[in-house]
């Protein structure tokens, strides 16, 4: 049973960096799959972030690609999530998800399971 | 405002069908067999529901059905429960440069 869980600071000050870890239990990254990062802020819907294809390979949501670096270390079974100078709108709560493939290769648009999510809170 | 045109709520009584729609455009939803949609209760994490337009994951029920006509995604739940009220997101692959888009999501309400 795969299982994924989110792990960093619940607050950040603005300006700085938001840095999240997807840690990833029953499957290895390495043998396929991408994975993905999702937010939600309180009370609104969900935002595709951006997602890491098991070879390194990243995918980045446009509106947030200059501030986004996702990255894996396959030698923990983890990837991770920074976003630069964030502000209050992106307080939310980020989840990290297994997301699927078409043909082996191609990005699909599932995601299964998720995480629990953890909620980061921008403020001084 | 989302990428994918959702109504903001929808009801429906115990045993009733109720249809979700979700309107894209023909560079996600009408390019792409590629749709999927996700149950999430209050303070959950979101489930998979349908992928691939109308697959169903192992264990979901097949009350849950899924299709697509032209730009339009559609996520039908027959034979409502109380357990269904939730809110409901799609979501679609966009092509090689946008890559992922969600819907801005549909509150189900079981009268």
């Known amino acids: 049973q795969v299982q994924l869980q989110e792990s960093g600071p619940g607050l950040v000050k603005p300006s700085e960096t938001l840095s999240l870890t997807c840690a990833v239990s029953?499957?290895?990254?390495?043998?396929?799959?991408?994975w993905g990062w999702i937010r939600q802020p309180p009370g609104k819907g969900l935002e595709w972030i951006g997602s890491?294809?098991?070879?390194?390979?990243?995918y980045y949501n446009p509106s947030l690609k200059s501030r986004v670096t996702i990255s894996v270390d396959t030698s923990k079974n983890q990837f991770s999530l920074k976003l630069s100078s964030v502000t209050a709108a992106d307080t939310a709560v980020y989840y990290c998800?297994?997301?699927?493939?078409?043909?082996?290769?191609?990005?699909?648009?599932?995601?299964?399971?998720w995480g629990q999510g953890t909620l980061v809170t921008v403020s001084s | 405002q989302s990428a994918l045109t959702q109504p903001a709520s929808v009801s429906g009584s115990p045993g009733q069908s109720i249809t979700i729609s979700c309107t894209g455009t023909?560079?996600?939803?009408?390019?792409?067999?590629?749709v999927s949609w996700y149950q999430q209760h209050p303070g959950k994490a979101p489930k998979l529901m349908i992928y691939?337009?109308?697959k169903r994951p192992s264990g979901v029920s097949n009350r849950f059905s899924g299709s697509k006509s032209g730009n339009t995604a559609s996520l039908t739940i027959s034979g409502l429960q109380a357990e269904d009220e939730a809110d409901y997101y799609c979501?679609?692959?966009?092509?090689?440069?946008?890559?992922?888009?969600f819907g801005g999501g549909t509150k189900l309400t079981v009268l």
């Open positions: 998800a297994r997301q699927g493939m078409v043909r082996g290769v191609i990005m699909n648009a599932w995601f299964d399971p």
């Open positions: 029953g499957y290895s990254i390495s043998s396929g799959y991408y």
């Open positions: 890491i294809y098991h070879s390194g390979s990243t």
């Open positions: 023909s560079s996600d939803v009408g390019s792409y067999n590629l």
């Open positions: 691939e337009g109308s």
């Open positions: 979501c679609s692959y966009a092509g090689s440069s946008t890559y992922v888009v």
